[in-house]
């Protein structure tokens, strides 16, 4: 098992940023990549971006250019900044961390863009 603990979510403004960060019960090193995905009220859990084990990043086309994947694997941490942020960022977030045995997702952080 697993256990992942996502943070840094809550209100901004648009055009604002946050951070939000995973933490992993687990080596990341153990995963063959982390992601972060999204689900909006009303709709389905979409993928936003992913990090592989060998650093290789991969991004949905509604967040490229905004949105940064980074991981410390010290830290056993993956984070997301999100920058120029629009109310259809509105959602909440979910890691995710992938092997080949299985995935497991975290309880997930609210972001809500609203002025």
């Known amino acids: 098992q697993v256990q992942l603990v996502e943070s840094g979510g809550g209100l901004v403004q648009p055009g604002g940023s946050l951070r939000l960060s995973c933490a992993a019960s687990r080596s990341i090193g153990s995963a063959y990549a982390m992601a972060w995905h999204r689900q909006a009220p009303g709709k389905q859990r979409e993928f936003i971006a992913s990090?592989?084990?060998?650093?290789?990043?991969n991004y949905a086309d509604s967040v490229k250019g905004r949105f940064v994947i980074s991981r410390d694997s010290a830290e056993n941490t993956v984070y997301l900044q999100m920058n120029s942020l629009k109310p259809e960022d509105t959602a909440v977030y979910y890691c995710?961390?992938?092997?080949?045995?299985?995935?497991?997702w975290g309880q997930g952080t609210q972001v809500t863009v609203s002025s």
């Open positions: 990090i592989s084990s060998a650093g290789s990043t």
């Open positions: 995710r961390y992938l092997t080949t045995m299985g995935n497991y």
